[in-house]
Nanobody, 114 residues
């Protein structure tokens, strides 16, 4: 049973930064494309950023230039550095494979005040 646990969220003001982490229990973490997703109340879950097994990165237009996705394969950790956050970034942030085939974790809440 693969387990994903997100952490690092919190309340932050617009323009500030924070860093999210996701620990993944699978032994094949390094072989999988991974991604960050987010879901705001009343909205669908959207792809925020993804990073392939070869470290190719893609970002949603809404976060491009502000967020940086990275991974530590030795520790099975996925990161999301969030810079210059905006109120519309407010959501629950989840990590998963790309596509999201692992069981979803609890997510971590990010709330950006204006």
């Amino acid at each position: 049973q693969v387990q994903l646990v997100e952490s690092g969220g919190g309340l932050v003001q617009a323009g500030e930064s924070l860093k999210l982490s996701c620990t993944c229990s699978t032994n094949v973490f390094a072989l999988r494309s991974m991604a960050w997703y987010r879901q705001a109340p009343g909205k669908q879950r959207d792809l925020v950023a993804e990073i392939s097994r070869t470290y190719t990165k893609n970002y949603a237009d809404s976060v491009k230039g502000r967020f940086i996705i990275s991974r530590d394969n030795a520790k099975n950790i996925l990161y999301l550095q969030m810079n210059n956050v905006k109120p519309n970034d407010t959501a629950i942030y989840y990590c998963n494979s790309r596509p999201g085939t692992f069981p979803w974790g609890p997510g971590t809440q990010v709330t950006v005040s204006s």
